[in-house]
Each structure stands twice: as C-alpha cells, then as structure tokens.
C-alpha cells in the first residue's frame, strides 16, 4: 500500500499593486515627517530670528537712552565748568558747531557675538541762553555680522531747567506755625512775563496780594503740617498725613475768603530734593577771605582791585571766618553788583552773624547768592533787598546732615530771598515778613510772622539741573527725517 503526503496549500501572495500602495503610502507619511520637521525648524528659527531682534530692539533703545544721558551729562555740568565749551570737551565731545549745536558718535559697541550697536547724537544748544529749550535727536543703530537689516531707533528729548522754586514753602519733613496768626500767600513780581521790565514789589498796584501760595510736606506722618489758627490763601499738600489746626485757621483760594476748604488739601503730594550745584570758580578767581583779609563793616563789595569771574565776584570764606556785625545801621555790608559767598566748610558754625542794627543790604540792580553748609542767623535789620524780585537774594544750604544746619530770620523787618536748604532748619520768628520761596528740611513760623510766595519764582532757572520737558520715540519716516542731516556724520 502507498502512501502519500499530502500536498498544503500555498499561502496567497500579496498582489503587486497592493504592495506598491503600502510602499507608496509610507514615502507619503515620511515625506509628510519630513516636511512637518522642515516646517517646525523653519518655524522655530524664525521665532527665534525675531526673540533675538526683539532682544537687540530693546538694546537698540537703551543704546538711545545711553546717548541723551551722556548729552544730559554735559549739560548739567553748564553750571560748574569753567567755560560752556568745557562743560563738553571735557567729557570727550568735539568743538560745538558755528550755530551753537554740538553733536557725537559712540561706535563699536559690543552687545553679544557679532552685534555692534552705535549712537549718534545731536544736540541744538551747546549752552543755551534764557528762555531756550535745547532739543537732543538720538539715533542708534544695531548691526548683525550673520546678516539682516539693521535695527534703528530715533529719539528726541526736549529739555529746560527745572526750577527748585515751583512751589512757595516746601519742607522735606515738617511745617508748625507757633503762636499768633501766621500766614502765606503770595504775588507775581513778573506779571508781564518779560525779564526785561522791572519786577513789581509785593502789594504795589501791579503786584497785588494773591492766592496762589502752596505749602506742603511729601510726609506722610501726621501732624506733619500744624498750622495753628494761621491762614493760607493758596493750597495744602501733603504725603496723606493728618493736618493740624484750630478751628479758626483758614485755608481759601481767595485773598477774603475765611473758613478750611478741605477741597484745596492734595494728599498724595511728592518732591524730590536734589544737592545743591556749588559753582568753581578757578583758584585766581577767589577772592579769599580769612583773618588777614576780613571782610569788615562798614563796607561794600565788590572791593576795587577784587577779581571777577564771568562777570561774577567770587569770595571764598576760609573755614574759621565768619561775617558777623553788630551795633549800629552803619555796620552795614552792602552789596553792589554781582556777589557770590562760597562758605562750604563750616558746618557747625554761624557763617552770617547779625545782631543789633547790623545789616548786609543787596542794592538795587545787584544780587547776592550764598552756599554754605553754616549757619544763617539774620536778626536786627538782618539782609535787606532793595530789588523787588527775591531772585536777587539767594542762599543754598549744602550741609549734608539732615538738621545739620540752621538758618533764621528774626525781627520786624520784611526779607526778600529765596532759600534752598533741604536738610536745615528754618525759622521765621517774630512780626516780619519773607517774600520768595523756602525748601528746607523743617520750617517753624512763629509769631505773626507773614510768608508771601512769588509766582515768577516758578520759572526760576538760571543755575538749576535739566530736566526733561517731552520725550518721544520717532518712528514715521517723516519725524525722523527731520533729523536725518543732522545725524548723518
């Protein structure tokens, strides 16, 4: 009997054309892969191509920043360098333009792995006079080595001088009126608004009363301004402290009005005190005065044969001299042209002394400016002004130490000053009367004693810091063409 085996089936084969879809179908899905993969590294780099140009557009604009600071820089040194064009060259600018402007170029700055940055500035004024705004253009510039349009930015910054004086009496930590009736209120010696006319005396016909006095503290501390039962015609301000007073202080924004409108206190008040400029004359422009050169009363200056400075006269106080005078109205100091007292190493001490009749008294068409780090003690006649505008008499206090100085005006008599001395202690007693302005760190009227602000003081400059006016960024092609010529060098 044979056997056999029987014979298995054979296993069914893909047909071609199935097989060439799954083949096609897989290229499909990789080509797929592929370009999804292209797509998202395309994509990524782009999006980091524009974080990084994001990155280098914010340096771009500090780039910008870092040029108007440095222009800013030389023109706040206006008020200390020995001539304008110093106040530059000193700083490594060029020789200012035949028009006054001065620009310059910061180049090859380094801000990552071949990224160059660089600043043109250009600047209208290199020392502008009364009444002009300088205006500063700025134009920076990034570069890439690996390619790409560079990245710009246009700014223009207009600048004027701030005036310490914007406000009638500021104390950086309080203000108490003791005893009697104190008051404040204030006049405009300027009310045509020109410098070349003359400036109009507190209660004249052209310069009455007003109420446009500002008294204020940023200090939020309560009881920071006591007022007692004085009288403001203007406006309170303060950091959100209580106020103290009587029942029959008045607070009004008009020179009759009677009664506390609470609607005239601002409550979110803020200031910030800037150090005081003292000015550096050259050593051959001092005009020293110690023991063996005193400057004795009665007596005037400037002295024949006294050396000026820019037409100013310049008289340095050696640390152990002081003026003091006493007696009669003879012993009088009278100043007679542009006078600067420079007494900055005598803390602790009494720079200006009189008592008695004794007097320093400014005459008319000249002015007095003081900056000591001493103390003022002004009673008798003390300092009298004849000028109608208190911008004539000026003392700067620079002691350093909050309390470290003292400065006071005692007596009957009317005093016309302004007076910045943010860390001393000022104090007005007895029946008289100040018209200007005070900043000080704490100020006390006592008595009747009367605080008349001047207005015109708010446009106070000459000396002062820059501060900017407007600030914008140019980014039409028509604002920056406006600049284009002057930037391109």
């Known amino acids: 009997m044979s056997s056999t085996t029987p014979r298995q089936a054979p296993r069914p084969l893909w047909p071609a054309r199935r097989r060439g879809s799954v083949l096609i179908t897989a290229l499909i899905l990789s080509a797929i892969i592929a370009i999804s993969l292209a797509s998202y590294l395309r994509l990524a780099l782009h999006t980091l191509r524009l974080a990084d140009r994001s990155f280098y557009q914010n340096a771009a604009l500090n780039l910008a920043e870092l040029g108007f600071e440095h222009a800013l820089y030389c023109y706040n040194r206006l008020a200390t360098a020995a001539s304008p064009e110093t106040a530059w060259t000193g700083a490594d600018w060029p020789a200012p333009a035949s028009d006054g402007s001065i620009r310059r170029k910061f180049s090859g700055i380094e801000l990552g792995a071949g990224v160059l940055g660089e600043v043109a500035v250009y600047c209208s004024a290199h020392n502008p006079g009364s009444g002009i705004t300088p205006v500063i253009a700025v134009r920076s510039t990034v570069t890439f080595a690996a390619g790409g349009p560079p990245l710009t930015k246009y700014m223009e910054i207009t600048l004027r001088r701030r005036s310490l004086f914007a406000h009638g009496m500021v104390a950086r930590n309080s203000i108490v009126w003791n005893g009697g009736n104190a008051s404040a209120d204030s006049w405009n010696s300027d009310p045509d608004n020109n ?46 402290g209580t106020i103290s007073r009587t029942g029959s202080a008045i607070l009004s924004n008009s020179t009759t009005g009677t009664g506390w409108d609470s609607s005239l206190v601002s409550n979110d008040f803020s200031a910030t005190f800037p150090p005081v400029v003292v000015p550096e004359p050259p050593a051959a422009a001092r005009n020293r005065v110690t023991s063996t050169t005193p400057i004795a009363v009665p007596s005037s200056l400037p002295r024949p044969g006294d050396v000026a400075w820019n037409g100013v006269y310049f008289y340095d106080f050696a640390s152990l001299w002081t003026l003091s005078a006493s007696g009669p109205a003879t012993n009088r100091l009278t100043i007679g ?50 000028n109608a505008s208190p911008a004539t008499l000026q003392i700067y206090g620079t002691n350093p130490t909050v309390g470290g100085q003292t400065i006071r005006f005692v007596g009957n008599g009317s005093a016309s000053a302004t ?51 407007k600030w914008r960024e140019l980014q039409s092609s028509e604002e920056r063409a406006l600049y284009a010529a002057r930037l391109n060098f």
Do not use: K, W
């Open 195 to 240: 410098a070349a006319t003359a400036a109009v005396g507190y209660g004249s016909p052209t310069g009455p009363a007003r109420a446009g006095a500002s008294v204020g503290t940023p200090s939020a501390e309560a009881g920071a301004l006591d007022f007692g039962g004085g009288v403001i015609r203007g406006r309170v301000m303060n950091g959100g």
């Open 337 to 386: 042209g542009p006078v600067v007292f420079l007494a900055t190493s005598h803390s602790g001490r009494n720079v200006i002394d009189l008592a008695g009749n004794a007097s320093i008294a400014v005459s008319g068409n000249a002015t007095l400016r003081v900056y000591t780090d001493g103390n003022v003690e002004a009673a008798g006649n003390g300092i009298t002004n004849a």
């Open 419 to 469: 007076i910045y001395a943010p860390n001393a202690t000022f104090q007005l007693r007895g029946n008289g009367a100040l018209q200007g302005s005070v900043i000080a760190n704490t100020i006390n009227l006592n008595g009747n004693a009367a605080f008349h602000y001047d207005e015109a003081l708010g446009s106070l400059s000459a000396g002062n810091p820059f501060g900017i006016v």
